[in-house]
């Protein structure tokens, strides 16, 4: 069973940045596609960003031009690149993969935006 491990969450002011880990346990290349959602205090989970195994890349319209994710498949790691920090960003964010077992999730890591 593969394991993904988030890090990096806390708190933040606002128009400040963040930049959030996500480690696999096995290959990175065992995943089609990585990605990270959000869920802020009732609200439903949503996509913030994903990135297959090609490289491309997708974004939820509220975080484009503001967040990067990528990923360093020596490290076995996703990282989501946060700048411009909104209150609205803030959440748990959760790192997802999707392999040929189907999906796997983090723990998730809050990050508080400070206004």
């Known amino acids: 069973q593969v394991t993904l491990v988030e890090s990096g969450g806390g708190l933040v002011q606002a128009g400040g940045s963040r930049r959030l880990s996500c480690a696999t346990s096995?290959?990175?290349?065992?995943?089609?596609?990585l990605g990270w959602y959000r869920q802020a205090p009732g609200k439903q989970r949503e996509l913030v960003a994903v990135i297959t195994s090609g490289g491309i890349t997708n974004y939820a319209d509220s975080v484009k031009g503001r967040f990067t994710i990528s990923r360093d498949n020596a490290k076995n790691t996703v990282y989501l690149q946060m700048n411009s920090l909104k209150p609205a960003d803030t959440a748990v964010y959760y790192c997802?993969?999707?392999?040929?077992?189907?999906?796997?999730w983090g723990q998730g890591t809050q990050v508080t935006v400070s206004s």
């Open positions: 096995g290959s990175i290349f065992s995943f089609f596609v």
């Open positions: 997802n993969g999707r392999g040929g077992w189907g999906d796997s």
